[in-house]
């Protein structure tokens, strides 16, 4: 589950070396709560949800003492494997994906990225199944629209 997780990460925070702090946050607090996880549910939904949960607070913290997100291009090594081309498309879909609102950002990352389906995904950021489902046709619409603009 750790590199599914870490990608998670990755695409939330846009940066390696948060995403690797949201991850051992997750994992910390995923062992130290791991009697409030119920059996017989699926433990990666539990993780994902906490994974989100820990970088909400974090955002609200971080707006709260006034620092700024981190560069646009931080996250642009992650996953790149192969050749110059699959890097730039990788690089391409990286900063379209960075220009997304956060909750259609989510979305995407979640069903197109992660796999999730529309039910799991809207339990993990904890909205309607139909609010997800409008936030995932948003942000896909959109990273359609920035891609053609880089392209």
Request: aromatic residues 6%.
């Amino acid at each position: 589950m750790l590199p599914r997780l870490r990608r998670f990460a990755a695409g939330l925070s846009r940066d390696a070396g948060e995403a690797d702090d949201l991850c051992q946050t997750t994992i910390e607090r995923a062992l130290r709560s791991r009697s409030k996880w119920q059996e017989g549910t699926r433990l990666d939904s539990w993780m994902y949800r906490m994974m989100r949960n820990i970088w909400i607070d974090e955002i609200r913290a971080r707006t709260r003492r006034h620092e700024t997100f981190t560069d646009e291009e931080a996250g642009l090594g992650v996953g790149a494997s192969g050749g110059q081309e699959a890097r730039v498309a990788l690089a391409d879909m990286d900063r379209a994906l960075a220009r997304l609102p956060d909750e259609q950002r989510e979305a995407v990352l979640l069903v197109m990225v992660e796999g999730w389906s529309y039910k799991e995904a809207a339990e993990i950021v904890g909205c309607p199944v139909g609010t997800l489902n409008s936030r995932l046709v948003r942000g896909r619409d959109a990273l359609m629209a920035l891609l053609g603009e880089a392209a």
